[in-house]
């Protein structure tokens, strides 16, 4: 699994330029796409077309070659295959059939903003893109309302500006959003603001809206007083299983801070 390059050529690693002109065949999410990256790299191996409606059937022809003595690289447009963009389920058959899969890491536009953000300390949660439709989005985000890891989001351009209201109505207008756009290419933009401040952003010029996307959400600020869904899953947990795991079962369950549902715990025991 071989990651490309977001847009500026020179962050392909010296492993991957390796690899990819090493194997027998790249499978690739867009053959002509990833033909211009190898010709860049003056790489002539040749690229088995695998996307998102031939998944199934590309993994086959993979197998062939692997089952033939070969070595295979799956490389996506950009950044890291399988995040958000197919391999996955290749990866699964190639696994199944007992051969080893190994990453060569690089690019990832979710890792790349998130490092940025400056919100990404306590942890992180990937969800990729939300629902194209508002009601389903809004759904999506409320269910991400409580969890105190940032939040890292793909969007596309034309629904950029519905995504961060639709966050901005759900979530806390308070809590800080990097807008991240068209990272390592030659318009790249990156700000850090209040959700109540990045529509205006946004709209304040046509160029903001152009490119790709990706969006950070710090996390839930921490609860000063646990919930009563949070404080009534504890309870029942601190009567079947010690008090770590309680902590930690209900923080997963109900997406409450760990550190406060920890310290409730030992007044409810103590008591
Ligand atoms: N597998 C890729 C990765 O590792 O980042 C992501 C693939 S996903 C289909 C494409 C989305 O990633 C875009 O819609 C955008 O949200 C984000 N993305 C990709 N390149 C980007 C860039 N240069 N700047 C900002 N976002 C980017």
């Known amino acids: 699994m071989v990651a490309t390059p977001l847009g500026n050529l020179q962050d392909i690693s010296p492993r991957a330029v390796d690899i990819l002109g090493r194997v027998a065949a790249i499978a690739a999410e867009d053959t002509r796409h990833s033909q211009r990256l190898l010709d860049a790299c003056g790489i002539r191996t040749r690229l088995i077309a695998l996307h998102e409606h031939n998944e199934q059937a590309a ?3 993979v197998l062939r070659l692997l089952e033939a003595g070969e070595s295979v690289a799956l490389v996506s447009d950009a950044g890291t295959p399988a995040v958000s963009d197919p391999g996955a389920r290749a990866v699964a058959r190639v696994r199944e059939a007992g051969f080893a899969v190994v990453a060569i890491p690089g690019p990832c536009a979710a890792v790349a903003a998130l490092s940025i953000s400056g919100f990404g300390e306590r942890g992180f949660r990937f969800v990729g893109f939300l629902p194209p439709r508002s009601a389903a989005r809004r759904s999506a985000i409320e269910a ?10 793909y969007e596309a351009p034309h629904r950029v500006a519905e995504c961060v209201a639709d966050l ?35 709209a304040a010029d046509a160029n903001r809206l152009r490119g790709e996307f990706v969006l950070v959400v710090e996390g839930a600020p ?3 007083g646990l919930g009563v869904e949070a404080e009534r899953v504890l309870t029942l947990l601190l009567a079947e299983v010690p008090l770590k795991v309680a902590a930690r079962l209900a923080a997963e369950i109900t997406g409450a801070p760990k550190n406060a549902l920890y310290a409730r715990a030992l007044a409810l025991r103590g008591g």
């Open 168 to 202: 901005c109505a759900v979530l806390e207008p308070a809590r800080r959003i990097l807008i991240a756009r068209e990272l390592t290419k030659l318009h790249e933009q990156s700000v850090v603001l209040a959700l109540a401040a990045a529509g205006e952003w946004l």
């Open 222 to 224: 921490p609860a000063e």
């Open 144 to 153: 991400l309302r409580a969890d105190p890891d940032a939040l890292v989001f």
């Open 59 to 61: 993994a086959g022809q």
